[in-house]
Structure formats: C-alpha cells, structure tokens
C-alpha cells in the first residue's frame, strides 16, 4: 500500500508541475503579446525547471515561446544581443529536434522563418559595420551568422576576412583554423536573393533554401554566382599571420602542408612562394617563383600579383620585370601602369627629405642640383606609364593626379595646366 501512495504522489506532483508550466507559458505568451519581452523572460526562467516533466508539445511549446522571448530581447541591441540571438537560436534547435522526434510540426516552420529573420538582420548588421569600418564588429557578427546556419561557412570565411582587415589576428586565425578544419575551399556556387526587408542580396546554404524563401514570400531575384577555390586565401593569411606572431616554421609547414594535401591548387604555390619572400629567403622563393611561372607562363594576373609581392619586399628590379610582363600579356591593365610608374619613383620621398634638409652653400647647391636631376629623371621614366594608364583610363582620378604631379614637377606647365583646367570642368 505504501508503494500505491507514493506513486498516487509523485503522479500528483507531475500534474501539479504540468499545471503550473501551462499557467508560466500563458503568462509567457500574454507578455509577449503586451510587447513585454523582459517579463516574458521571467516567466521563461520560471518555467525552465519545470521542462523535464512536459510532454512533447508542451516542450515544444516552452522552445517555441524561449526562442520569440529571446528573439524580442535581442531586437533591443544592447550589451546583450549577441548573448540573446545565441539563446534565441538555441531554443529554436531544440524545438526542431523535439518535433522532429515527435513526428508533429506544430512550431517549427515558425521557428524556421524567425532564424531566417535573424539571420539576415545580423548579416546586414555586419554589412553595415564593414561599410563603416567597424572590421571587428562585422567580424564577430559573421561569425554569429555562421553559428546560426553551420552550412553557411562562406560566412565564416567572410568573418575571417574581416578580422584579417581589422588586424585582429588571434581572431582571424580562430576563424582560418576552424575553416581549415572543415576542409573549407569556397568552390562551388553562392546562392542570393534579396529580401524584402530591406531591398539587400542575402546568402543561402544551398539552392532549396534560397528557392524556399523565394516562396515563401520573403525574397525575390534568386541569383546563383559560380565561386573559385578560397583554400590558398586561407592559408595565406594562416601562414603569414604565424609569421608575423614569431612562428615562421609553424608558418611554413602550414603552407607545405596544404600543397601536399591540395597539389593540384596552384593558389598555395603562389602563397608559399610569398612567404619565403616575406621571410627573405630569397634562394627559396626564386626556386618556387621558376614552378609558379612554368604552370602559367600566360597568366597577366599572376605576373601583376608577383609586381605586388616583390615590389612590397623592396625588389624593384624584380618587380618591374613582373609588371612589364604583364603589360606584354595585358596592354590594358590601368593598374599594372600605375603600379610600374609608381614603382620608378619609390625612392622619390628620401631624395626630397634630403633636398629639403640642405642649406646654401656652394658644396649643398651642387648636391641639391644632383638630386634635383636624379629626382627628375626618375619622374621622366614613369611619365610613359602614367600617360599611358591616363589614356586608358582618363577618368581615373588617382592616375590623373598622379600625372598632373609629375607634370607640374618636370615644369611641363602647358600639360599640367590644361589637365587641371578639364579637372575643373
């Protein structure tokens, strides 16, 4: 008999504790409804303990009311937002999975429009702090992208972007390792449409969803854009952030380890190339320089990449030969002749700083008079280039103002001012 009561008991207590979880969750429901979200929460909390015991709807229920009580909280962005989108998506996954399980959808296509409701509200979030070069803040919120929809890695590799572009580095390398981790390469197709919400293109995991959304109401100008392999990007900026922090083996072996695992990624050869020369291991980065140009010899991008790298490593004469290269593969590059024409001026601020630092004497006249020539010269090399690139590209203002310099510098006074006179117009 004994055993009768405390089953009679606990029976009791479990239709006591049911009771009082449907009188939380209407209260949960009446505060939402009232726009109340913090007294929503309350009442959430209330009821939190009292889940074990529901059954399968109400369980479902309580996600349900969680996730929009969460969802509302995080609307207000305040300290919490981030914390509150987490818990918001959090409940929404639960709900899924038990209706999942139970076979009924009551909730769950509601749950699945708020989570793509949120997830385009922080995207364009952090479009907005990228556009206002808040780098970080876009950084984190693409991550949080990603931590609502796991097949959104384009996203976490955009975050990773991002952080790169902050000089955030413990960051960006969080965000690289967990997209090496994953295998990420980027190649495949981007799937976008724009939603309603704020006439702004948004990215899906895969074409059902973006179709989906396109039915549902939410979207429209589904787009399908062809994407190239990101796994060399990635390991770029993996390599030279190691290199940076000290560890330049740890950097190496990143990168030597990617081509033996992607061979055929002629990405990595370029970025392993790069790091030998960042590292001024100049026999290496030559012999690795030889095998990018044997697998494309016809390639002007590559050889206007290379003008970059060697150039930004001081090795001009390198980086000249690289850029008329690719002039040769390319006449119409505007940057390729910019670039080169800049390049003929590089040593053009210490050749001022010492003009200027020179007084008047016979022996300084005659210095000032050798660097003046020297510096003129220099001007007279690039002149071509900057004429040329101005041809191609006459509403180019850098190139024009660079021109207008050059000219106004070799005294050549009849160029530069009618130059500045079509400026005015």
Do not use: C, W
């Amino acid at each position: 008999m004994k055993g009768k009561y405390l089953i009679t008991a606990s029976a009791i207590m479990i239709s006591f504790g049911s009771f009082a979880q449907k009188d939380e969750l209407k209260a949960v429901e009446k505060a939402l409804k009232s726009n109340n979200a913090v007294e929503a929460k309350t009442n959430i909390e209330k009821a939190e303990s009292l889940i074990a015991n529901a059954d399968d709807s109400q369980k479902a229920q309580f996600y349900y009311l969680k996730g929009n009580t969460y969802y509302e909280l995080a609307k207000k962005k305040n300290a919490e937002t981030s914390k509150n989108y987490s818990t918001a998506v959090q409940a929404y996954s639960d709900l899924i999975a038990v209706e999942s399980k139970s076979g009924k959808q009551k909730f769950s296509k509601l749950a699945e429009v708020s989570l793509l409701q949120m997830k385009s509200e922080i995207q364009n979030s952090a479009i907005a702090d990228y556009e206002a070069k808040r780098y970080k803040d876009a950084a984190i919120k693409l991550n949080e992208v990603y931590q609502l929809d796991k097949k959104d890695t384009l996203s976490l590799f955009n975050a990773a972007l991002s952080a790169v572009t902050a000089e955030d580095l413990d960051l960006a390398l969080g965000y690289l390792n967990e997209l090496k981790r994953l295998n990420y390469t980027g190649r495949g197709n981007l799937y976008t449409a724009v939603s309603k919400l704020n006439d702004q293109p948004e990215g899906f995991a895969n074409a059902k969803d973006m179709n989906d959304a396109v039915k549902r109401g939410t979207h429209t100008t589904p787009k399908i854009t062809k994407l190239e392999s990101k796994k060399g990007e990635i390991f770029k900026y993996i390599s030279l952030i190691l290199a940076k922090n000290g560890d330049v083996e740890g950097a190496k072996k990143a990168v030597s380890d990617a081509r033996k695992a992607n061979p055929n990624d002629d990405s990595l050869l370029e970025t392993e190339a790069n790091l030998y020369l960042q590292t001024n291991d100049i026999a290496k980065y030559e012999e690795l320089i030889k095998e990018v140009v044997a697998k494309k010899p016809n390639d002007p991008i590559l050889f206007y990449n290379l003008g970059v790298v060697t150039a930004q490593a001081g090795k001009t004469a390198d980086a000249e030969k690289f850029y008329k290269k690719s002039i040769e593969l390319d006449p119409k590059n505007v940057n390729t002749y910019l670039n080169l024409a800049i390049l003929k001026f590089s040593n053009d601020k210490a050749i001022v700083d010492e003009m200027n630092k020179l007084g008047t004497t016979p022996k300084d006249n005659k210095r000032y008079e050798e660097l003046k020539k020297k510096k003129d010269g220099m001007y007279k090399d690039a002149l071509p280039y900057l004429e040329k690139a101005h041809e191609l590209a006459p509403d180019n203002t850098d190139v024009s103002q660079t021109l207008m310099n050059v000219y106004n510098a070799l005294d050549m006074t009849d160029k530069y001012q009618a130059m500045k006179a079509k400026a005015k117009k």
